[in-house]
């Protein structure tokens, strides 16, 4: 399968080594394209924004939309997940063999406050910031506008990432801990995902490891046949959050007892408010609640890497006791 990956940073650099890994012809998009290069994949430069950059992008069967907007506001956002993204189709559809399916990386975050209550792929979206509300709207896109076009859209929407460079231990261990629930999906599962949309094959089905370095990069390629060609969700959701939801304070006493230090300060979200030097935007984050399900991904098939917290954040606790 010819594959590529547009935005290959954090998730999509691992998303592009665990595709070669696998036999796949892969091709990684940014703007600085080193460090795709740097792990022996093949690179375009280009801006998602810039519609006459796409045109040097190859022809692929499949393409992953994974840009980020560097966690800027909800213009830059705008540019990036929708603009940038319509860009993208605009540049694939009128080739002779435009690709058969697109996967779009979108967020949790969708969903707004539930009152920790439980959320799935059927949950109504409730957008609550400007950014989030921009994420919907990509999502829009990625199923409606590249559909238009001939082309299958998938949404990954991604809980809370982490993983190498990105564990943010100490915040947790050191506190203070604002009460909360987490959804989070480690990297190489994040990538593990979008991989099973498109082959039907989970990061545990012998591809190369990732949970090592920043890129998830190896040298090792696998032996065998490809992986198999079985896709899923064609113009559909797909929620991508591990196992276990947990709330903050459990979370950061069992990181706090993993690595034989005292367990943290907690506090309750009326007391994070009440200190009165927060953001409007970092007190909406704190005021919303939500537990996501993976139960479509698991009845899918996905197999994980790291099924819950504990697994995933082994290497970070092992780290920090070795310090």
Same mark, same amino acid.
């Given at each position: 399968?010819?594959?590529?990956?547009?935005?290959?940073?954090?998730?999509?650099?691992?998303?592009?080594?665990?595709?070669?890994?696998? #036999?796949?012809?892969?091709?990684?998009?940014?703007?600085?394209?080193?460090?795709?290069?740097?792990?022996?994949?093949? *690179?375009? *430069?280009?801006?998602?924004?810039?519609?006459?950059?796409?045109?040097?992008?190859?022809? *692929?069967?499949?393409?992953?939309?994974?840009?980020?907007?560097?966690?800027?506001?909800?213009?830059? *956002?705008?540019?990036?997940?929708?603009?940038?993204?319509?860009?993208?189709?605009?540049?694939?559809?009128?080739?002779?063999?435009?690709?058969?399916?697109?996967?779009?990386?979108?967020?949790?975050?969708?969903?707004?406050?539930?009152?920790?209550?439980?959320?799935?792929?059927?949950?109504?979206?409730?957008?609550?910031?400007?950014?989030?509300?921009?994420?919907?709207?990509?999502?829009?896109?990625?199923?409606?506008?590249?559909?238009?076009?001939?082309?299958? #859209?998938?949404?990954?929407?991604?809980?809370?990432?982490?993983?190498?460079?990105?564990?943010?231990?100490?915040?947790?261990?050191?506190?203070?801990?604002?009460?909360?629930?987490?959804?989070?999906?480690?990297?190489?599962?994040?990538?593990?995902?979008?991989?099973?949309?498109?082959?039907?094959?989970?990061?545990?089905?012998?591809?190369?490891?990732?949970? #090592?370095?920043?890129?998830?990069?190896?040298?090792?390629? @696998?032996?065998?046949?490809?992986?198999?060609?079985?896709?899923?969700?064609?113009?559909? @959701?797909?929620?991508?959050?591990?196992?276990?939801?947990?709330?903050?304070?459990?979370?950061?006493?069992?990181?706090?007892?993993?690595?034989?230090?005292?367990?943290?300060?907690?506090?309750?979200?009326?007391?994070?408010?009440?200190?009165?030097?927060?953001?409007?935007?970092?007190?909406?984050?704190?005021?919303?609640?939500?537990?996501?399900?993976?139960?479509?991904?698991?009845?899918?098939?996905?197999?994980?890497?790291?099924?819950?917290?504990?697994?995933?954040?082994?290497?970070?606790?092992?780290?920090?006791?070795?310090?």
């Amino acid at each position: 399968m010819r594959v590529t990956v547009v935005g290959a940073g954090y998730v999509g650099l691992a998303l592009c080594c665990q595709l070669d890994a696998a #036999g796949h012809d892969v091709t990684g998009v940014r703007r600085s394209p080193q460090p795709v290069r740097e792990v022996g994949i093949d *690179a375009v *430069a280009a801006d998602v924004t810039e519609p006459a950059e796409l045109t040097a992008l190859p022809d *692929a069967d499949a393409v992953v939309f994974a840009a980020s907007s560097g966690g800027r506001g909800a213009e830059p *956002a705008r540019r990036v997940f929708v603009d940038g993204l319509r860009n993208t189709i605009d540049a694939y559809a009128d080739r002779a063999s435009p690709p058969d399916r697109l996967v779009y990386t979108s967020s949790t975050g969708v969903y707004g406050d539930h009152d920790g209550a439980w959320v799935d792929e059927t949950t109504p979206l409730d957008p609550q910031t400007e950014k989030t509300a921009v994420l919907a709207e990509a999502e829009r896109v990625a199923t409606e506008t590249a559909g238009d076009a001939g082309i299958d #859209g998938t949404v990954a929407r991604f809980a809370g990432l982490y993983g190498p460079d990105r564990y943010r231990l100490e915040r947790y261990v050191e506190g203070p801990v604002t009460q909360g629930y987490l959804n989070m999906v480690h990297r190489d599962d994040a990538a593990g995902a979008v991989r099973f949309l498109l082959t039907g094959a989970s990061p545990t089905d012998g591809s190369r490891s990732e949970s #090592g370095d920043a890129s998830g990069s190896n040298n090792e390629r @696998v032996d065998g046949p490809r992986s198999s060609p079985t896709d899923h969700a064609r113009g559909e @959701v797909v929620t991508v959050v591990d196992d276990e939801p947990v709330e903050k304070w459990t979370f950061a006493d069992w990181l706090a007892d993993e690595c034989g230090v005292a367990r943290p300060e907690k506090r309750t979200k009326a007391e994070r408010i009440a200190a009165g030097d927060l953001s409007a935007a970092a007190r909406r984050r704190i005021q919303t609640s939500k537990r996501v399900d993976n139960t479509t991904l698991r009845e899918l098939g996905y197999s994980f890497r790291f099924p819950t917290f504990r697994e995933g954040y082994r290497a970070a606790v092992e780290a920090y006791t070795d310090a």
